[in-house]
């Protein structure tokens, strides 16, 4: 699935890359109740309103940050960063003049952590352990479904106005996380009777992030032109970011966000 979702980024990459005898655009910013004529020429060809990211990145659940870095998760699972990928889809529903686009954007993700398996035995809160003598079970797996709603700010005037390729932006918002704990193929379970609790949940609190794009557009003009004909895509860039989602931070919600950077490519059409 990962090789199929890289695959598919990069495909619409290097349609930049061709066609490059396609007749070249020669476009301007069009008029508005705010633009004005006199601010020159860009590379501007059908409406663009939209804008698809495709992201990739590590991912560090915070489970363990309750108890102070070193818990339940690194326990079953380690420390290492798991493999995240996700979309995001936004409306740039205002242009604001001089500065850029706003407007709301809605994102979804999936990342999963395995473990060999656990001990089965009673929990020493003492050593903070299992003991070792107890015998192993099936394999446990995390899984986590990071999602957000977000303002997003686009600082996108000065290349729109100069060509300039380089683009930050911002986002804030309301995240959360689904999540489930699997031992095998079934939910895991802890207490019984009526104390008995399952093992999933959905955590939720604030997302915010800060990042940067860069406009593939000067790779191949003609070929971006031939792309906005065929297709509506305006522009293409690549992004790095540095994502943060605090989630559970209400009452009995387990930890599973993170902080952490992701790369990917944005759409804009």
Do not use: C
């Not at 095998?184 to 093992?199: C, F, P, Q, R, W």
């Not at 003609?222 to 009452?251: C, K, P, Y």
């Not at 902080?259 to 759409?267: E, I």
Request: aromatic share 12%.
């Amino acid at each position: 699935m990962r090789t199929n979702i890289i695959a598919s980024a990069l495909v619409a990459v290097a349609a930049l890359l061709v066609a490059e005898g396609a007749e070249a655009q020669t476009r301007r910013i069009r008029n508005s109740n705010w633009r004005q004529s006199e601010r020159g020429s860009v590379q501007q060809g059908s409406p663009q309103r939209f804008a698809l990211e495709l992201r990739f990145g590590p991912y560090y659940p915070a489970v363990d940050d309750e108890f102070g870095g070193s818990g339940p998760y690194s326990k079953f699972f380690g420390d290492k960063g798991r493999f995240h990928f996700g979309a995001e889809f936004d409306w740039q529903a205002l242009r604001i003049p001089w500065v850029g686009s706003l407007g709301p954007g809605i994102g979804l993700g999936y990342t999963s952590a395995s473990g060999k398996a656990f001990r089965e035995g009673t929990y020493d809160d003492a050593t903070n352990t299992l003991p070792y003598s107890e015998r192993r079970v099936g394999e446990t797996s995390l899984t986590i479904l990071p999602m957000h709603v977000s303002a997003v700010l686009r600082f996108d005037e000065i290349f729109r106005r100069t060509g300039i390729p380089v683009i930050p932006y911002g986002k804030i918002g309301f995240g959360a996380g689904l999540w489930w704990v699997n031992v095998g193929d079934k939910t895991a379970k802890v207490g019984t009777g009526d104390d008995e609790i399952s093992g999933n949940g959905l955590s939720y609190g604030v997302h915010w992030a800060v990042g940067g794009m860069l406009a593939l557009d000067w790779l191949g003009r003609r070929s971006m032109a031939a792309l906005d004909q065929e297709s509506g895509i305006n522009h293409v860039h690549l992004f790095g970011e540095w994502t943060n989602q605090n989630l559970g931070l209400g009452g009995n919600q387990m930890k599973v966000g993170t902080s952490t950077w992701t790369v990917g490519l944005t759409f804009e059409m």
